[in-house]
């Protein structure tokens, strides 16, 4: 220990502030001086080098601990690491190895002012995934997607992706009038092992409301299902969810191993259907049952939408709800002309037509998505 103290002491860039007697009062100076970094002996009076580590890792986590210990077995070293310890070194180490550990665990308080420190910290900013869904095309799973996506752009701008997950005749790209995308899911794909935030964000459409959208594909040729491959997606998911606060997935129907995957990360999922057909509810059980009981996906992450609601509808949403086993949480009435009209001119209605009930429909399901707990003011009135 003499020979680290001397070192410290004529090392720049580092102060020696306390000079601890036994392992008890290590702890407690560490405590109370909050240093960057402790060095503690493993063989201390009053408390060992172990359970100064839980001790401080306890009541001062932002402390980096250094075991010193002449024992450099992997068991000794596995139990440093549990009782709380950031390094383990010999009491004779070389002084430039001691110095870079003792740099590298001063370094910690520093991860509190990264972005990432704050979405995972802080929950108005953590990261959120919403996959969409239905058991059957055209029951506006998509145009729920867009809109949703886009209002939520509008209230946190720059912090939203949509990803068309359609790598065939998606319609995410016509809905926001993106013209010819300047890339695509489908173009992604052969450079997975190169993937990074500039390479994902060369293929994002930009929309007037701060939306970032990936096209399923720019091409009508086919595409094998296996370029879509769990890793490649999970590589993809990863950057976007690093660096965006809202991703948005429109699935299709048909199910395939990265799709499941993708559902399997989301925090929550959409599953859109209608009242229309006993088909389409019958489908939408099966659909529910295969990614709930498959364990895709909790029941509590998923939430049923009736979209196109009408008195006219040959089913209630007790008949769904009775189907389904599940609750019906989110009702969208049916507005042909405004979906249609919105849909042809690249608009989203969202924007156009906020008032519409249709849009207020999706500005419940957007408040959801942000405030899972209820909006704050309704849970100060709760």
């Known amino acids: 220990m003499d020979g680290v103290k001397s070192l410290l002491s004529v090392t720049d860039g580092i102060e020696l502030i306390g000079l601890p007697q036994d392992g008890l009062e290590a702890a407690q100076m560490a405590i109370q001086l909050q240093p960057d970094v402790l060095l503690v002996h493993d063989n201390l009076p009053a408390a060992d080098g172990y359970e100064v580590c839980r ?22 070293i596995n139990e440093a690491m549990i009782a709380g310890a950031n390094a383990v070194l010999p009491p004779l180490s070389d002084a430039s190895a001691v ?10 308080r520093e991860i509190r002012q990264t972005e990432t420190y704050e979405a995972v910290t802080d929950p108005a900013k953590m990261p959120i995934t919403v996959g969409l869904i239905s058991a059957k095309d055209g029951v506006g799973k998509t145009t729920l997607a867009v809109n949703l996506a886009v209002l939520l752009a509008k209230q946190f701008p720059g912090s939203v992706v949509l990803c068309d997950m359609y790598a065939q005749l998606g319609d995410v790209s016509l809905m926001l009038n993106m013209g010819m995308p300047p890339g695509s899911l489908v173009d992604l794909a052969p ?9 994902v964000n060369s293929h994002l459409y930009t929309h007037s409301s701060s939306l970032r959208a990936l096209s399923g594909s720019t091409s009508p040729e086919p595409v094998p299902i296996n370029a879509l491959s769990v890793s490649y997606l999970a590589l993809l998911l990863g950057i976007l969810r690093r660096n965006y606060r809202f991703t948005l997935y429109d699935l299709p129907s048909t199910l395939w191993d990265g799709g499941l995957y993708l559902l399997s990360r989301c925090q929550l999922v959409l599953v859109v ?16 049952r295969i990614i709930i009981d498959g364990a895709y996906v909790p029941q509590a992450n998923i939430k049923l939408v009736v ?6 509808d040959r089913f209630s949403v007790s008949d769904l709800e009775e189907a389904t086993n599940m609750k019906v949480e989110f009702t969208l009435p049916n507005d042909t002309e405004t979906v249609i009209a919105a849909a042809n001119r690249g608009e989203p209605f969202i924007l156009t037509n906020p008032r519409a009930p249709i849009s207020q429909g999706i500005a419940e399901i957007a408040d959801a998505i942000v405030w899972p707990n ?9």
Do not use: H, W
């Open 55 to 76: 001790l401080v890792k306890m009541a001062a986590p932002d402390v980096g601990c250094i075991l010193l210990t002449e024992k450099q077995r992997s068991s000794v």
């Open 99 to 108: 110095i870079e550990t003792i740099q590298a665990c001063a370094g910690r």
């Open 307 to 312: 979209n196109r609601a009408s008195a006219k």
């Open 191 to 199: 450079y997975a092992d190169e993937l990074d935030i500039q390479l």
């Open 374 to 382: 209820g909006p704050p003011a309704k849970q100060q009135a709760a």
């Open 273 to 288: 259907t209608n009242l229309f057909e006993l088909t389409t509810i019958r489908d939408t059980n099966s659909l529910l």
